[in-house]
């Protein structure tokens, strides 16, 4: 069950003076992708959608809502099982060309590697 009020106004963190975060709101994953080299998530919060980059922690706090929709408890970030196999994939191309979405094939890494004749790292 998600546990969000999809009414709830979205704060900014920096009117935030509520306590940090404590708690984790566990049915409501951040889905991790790469955007030019980065791991990044964009926030659930309905109206936020803030990109944020993600820690290997695993947990996520939007700095622009407070994770105010999800009572500004931590969010579990989503991984990729293979995000290993994806960083070594696109670290061999310039940071602008490292991108991959959720759903994205490592073989659709591996075509585009060929296409522009990018060394193979695995
Ligand atoms: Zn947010």
Not at 53 to 78: D, P, Q
Request: aromatic residues 8%.
């Amino acid at each position: 069950m998600v546990m969000m009020n999809p009414n709830a106004p979205v704060e900014s963190a920096r009117d935030w003076s509520g306590p940090p975060p404590s708690g984790l709101e566990e049915t409501v994953p951040v889905l991790a992708y790469v955007n030019h080299g980065r791991w990044v998530g964009d926030c659930p919060a309905p109206g936020c959608n803030a990109a944020q980059m993600l820690h290997e922690s695993g947990i996520y706090f939007c700095t622009e809502c407070g994770n105010a929709a999800f009572s500004h408890k931590w969010l579990r970030v989503a991984w990729p099982s293979d995000a290993k196999e994806i960083a070594l994939l696109l670290c061999n191309r310039q940071a602008q060309n490292q991108n991959w979405m959720p759903g994205e094939p490592l073989t659709e890494l591996v075509k585009e590697n060929m296409m522009h004749s990018i060394p193979p790292v695995l």
